[in-house]
């Protein structure tokens, strides 16, 4: 079982930087896979960033490629999401998840979710 809370968001102005943080409890944290998604009003929760537990390697919707950066501290229980260069259709709410399967950019490929945290970017 792993519970996640996610913390960071706000508001921010165009072109700034967010750094988006979810803890974990549980004592296998280091063995999930994580993920960010986001949901922006009237719309589908959509993939965003995921980095795999075994290998460290990450993935990025190309949406957020190269201004996002997906990072993990297993002796923290922590996953990060730094977020640069942010635009007004990044505002959404922000979502992690952990899971075990293969398939890191499927929201169904994830067990456990947290309670999301907003983040508003201002033009």
């Known amino acids: 079982q792993v519970q996640l809370v996610e913390s960071g968001g706000g508001l921010v102005q165009a072109g700034g930087s967010l750094r988006l943080s979810c803890a974990a409890s549980g004592r296998t944290f280091s063995r999930y896979n994580m993920g960010w998604f986001r949901q922006a009003p009237g719309k589908e929760r959509e993939f965003a960033a995921a980095i795999r537990w075994l290998s460290g390697s990450t993935y990025y919707a190309d949406s957020v490629k190269g201004r996002f950066t997906i990072s993990r501290d297993n002796a923290k229980n922590t996953v990060y999401l730094q977020m640069n260069s942010l635009r007004p259709e990044d505002t959404a709410v922000y979502y992690c998840?952990?899971?075990?399967?293969?398939?890191?950019?499927?929201?169904?490929?994830?067990?456990?979710w947290g309670q999301g945290t907003q983040v508003t970017v201002s033009s």
């Open positions: 998840a952990a899971g075990t399967q293969v398939l890191l950019t499927s929201e169904f490929h994830y067990e456990y």
